[in-house]
């Protein structure tokens, strides 16, 4: 049973880099059938995705963060991880992994499974 | 942006009733969405994609059903483990891929 895990820092002060990793267990990250992503939640909020990244590394960003955003991915570890710059409180969020499918036209289909999320806290 | 805008906000309902959730889409998505089940403190769980495909191990309680820009999830006998926030997602354009703002199930 695939599972994914999220592993970082708890704690960014404002200004800094968030960096987190997602670490992939029961299954490889080597498959043309999918795209790997990452998606947060504020306290309190919805869902936002942040973008997606291929084995092969290309990768597909939300427009709205692509210029802090940086997604990478390491096969050797069965990996990927995620680097968004110039944190401020509004990158406070729960960020979670998740794998979505790819076929046909979709690139970037539904996410299953998901981690459990881990929480990011930007403060000095 | 696609946006997607789910109604109501906050549903209160009663143990066996049907209950409908709708997500609209500002603009076509075809039958490229998905719903999601969150739990207080839990991960999101896909329940349907292709707008009406249910997932394995998905009660058959939960259906779905729309097409183009008006979609429904529907529990068709609430049951008191459904309490939950209920997204959904498009993913007819990955530039970006947009959830709805959710919608708060509880129990009378």
């Known amino acids: 049973q695939l599972q994914l895990q999220e592993s970082g820092p708890g704690l960014v002060k404002p200004s800094e880099t968030l960096s987190l990793t997602c670490s992939v267990s029961?299954?490889?990250?080597?498959?043309?059938?999918?795209?790997w992503g990452w998606i947060r939640q504020p306290p309190g909020k919805g869902l936002e995705w942040l973008g997606n990244?291929?084995?092969?590394?290309?990768?597909y960003y939300n427009p709205s963060l692509k210029s802090r955003l940086n997604i990478s991915v390491d096969t050797s570890q069965n990996q990927f991880s995620l680097k968004l710059t110039s944190v401020t409180a509004a990158d406070t969020a729960v960020y979670y992994c998740?794998?979505?499918?790819?076929?046909?036209?979709?690139?970037?289909?539904?996410?299953?499974?998901w981690g459990q999320g881990t929480q990011v806290t930007v403060s000095s | 942006d696609i946006q997607m805008t789910q109604s109501p906000s906050t549903l209160s309902a009663s143990v066996g009733d049907s209950v409908t959730i709708t997500c609209r889409a500002s603009?076509?998505?075809?039958?490229?969405l998905a719903w999601y089940q969150q739990k207080p403190g839990k991960a999101p769980k896909v329940l349907i994609d292709g707008a009406s495909s249910l997932h394995s191990g998905v009660p058959s309680r939960f259906s779905g059903s729309g097409s183009g820009t008006e979609f429904t999830l529907t529990i068709s006998s609430l049951q008191p483990d459904d309490v939950a926030t209920y997204y959904c997602?498009?993913?007819?354009?990955?530039?970006?891929?947009?959830f709805g703002q959710g919608t708060r199930l509880e129990i009378k």
């Open positions: 029961g299954g490889s990250i080597s498959s043309h059938l999918y795209y």
């Open positions: 998740g794998r979505s499918t790819t076929f046909g036209m979709i690139l970037i289909g539904w996410f299953d499974p």
């Open positions: 997602q498009q993913y007819r354009s990955y530039s970006p891929i947009t």
């Open positions: 990244v291929f084995y092969r590394g290309t990768t």
């Open positions: 603009q076509s998505v075809s039958n490229w």
